[in-house]
């Protein structure tokens, strides 16, 4: 069945450092791709998508590359901050459908 | 930006009684929207699509019967948890997207249920 995973369930960054979270996932008739960033006790908050005619997008210190070849997705946050800290789920979407199928999530500590 | 408003932020409820929470789009129009579960540390799990003027479409393993879902208007679908027991205690969050299949969908913020 349909799936989206990640490679890392925690990461732990130093303020100001870069990080990057990965994604991988298995339905290669997905063609939209986002990631969402979840403080607790909050619902999800949108940072940046991605279509699957693309390979790279960027937005304000983020940005998402993809690697149709392998299904794999991730997340670049340049000069990272305290503020960032949270968890951050990759989501894809299926063709012709509004349906979001969410990854397991990885857990981003900023360290000041 | 759209705005997607759930209502209560968190509810405790005694053991065998039902709670209802809503979800509204507030400056925009949902035909369909899309109803989560999240347990701690862990992902969104989709439970059941709605739609506004017809019944919704349940995840495989969700049962219809506990989870009632009423779409009764273009900006508001209701989630009532009949007969709740501990095991339902969760983070429930809903969803509506926008515009088109190619854009994000707006959250809200999350509904707190605690059985006891």
């Known amino acids: 069945g349909e799936s989206v995973g990640l490679h890392l369930p925690t990461l732990s960054v130093q303020e100001g450092d870069n990080s990057i979270i990965n994604c991988a996932y298995s339905?290669?008739?997905?063609?939209?791709f986002i990631w969402y960033k979840q403080e607790s006790g909050k619902g999800p908050q949108f940072i940046i998508d991605i279509r699957s005619n693309m390979d790279k997008r960027q937005g304000q210190r983020v940005t998402v590359l993809l690697n149709k070849t392998v299904k794999h997705l991730s997340l670049q946050i340049a000069a990272t901050q305290p503020g960032d800290s949270a968890v951050y789920f990759c989501?894809?979407?299926?063709?012709?459908?509004?349906?979001?199928?969410f990854g397991a999530g990885t857990r981003l500590f900023v360290k000041a | 930006g759209a705005v997607v408003s759930q209502h209560p932020s968190w509810v405790i409820c005694k053991s065998g009684t039902s709670v209802k929470i809503e979800c509204r789009s507030l400056?925009?129009?949902?035909?369909?929207m899309f109803w989560y579960r999240q347990f701690p540390k862990q992902s969104l799990m989709l439970m059941a699509t709605s739609n506004e003027g017809s019944k919704a479409t349940y995840e495989q393993g969700v049962e219809k019967d506990k989870f009632l879902i009423n779409h009764a208007s273009l900006t508001l679908s209701t989630l009532t948890v009949t007969s709740a027991h501990p095991e339902d205690s969760s983070f429930y969050i809903c969803?509506?997207?926008?515009?088109?299949?190619?854009?994000?969908?707006?959250f809200g913020q999350g509904t707190r249920l605690t059985v006891v």
């Open positions: 400056d925009f129009q949902a035909t369909t």
């Open positions: 339905n290669s008739a997905s063609d939209y």
């Open positions: 989501a894809e979407r299926g063709t012709g459908g509004f349906k979001t199928i």
């Open positions: 969803s509506a997207p926008t515009f088109s299949m190619n854009t994000e969908a707006f």
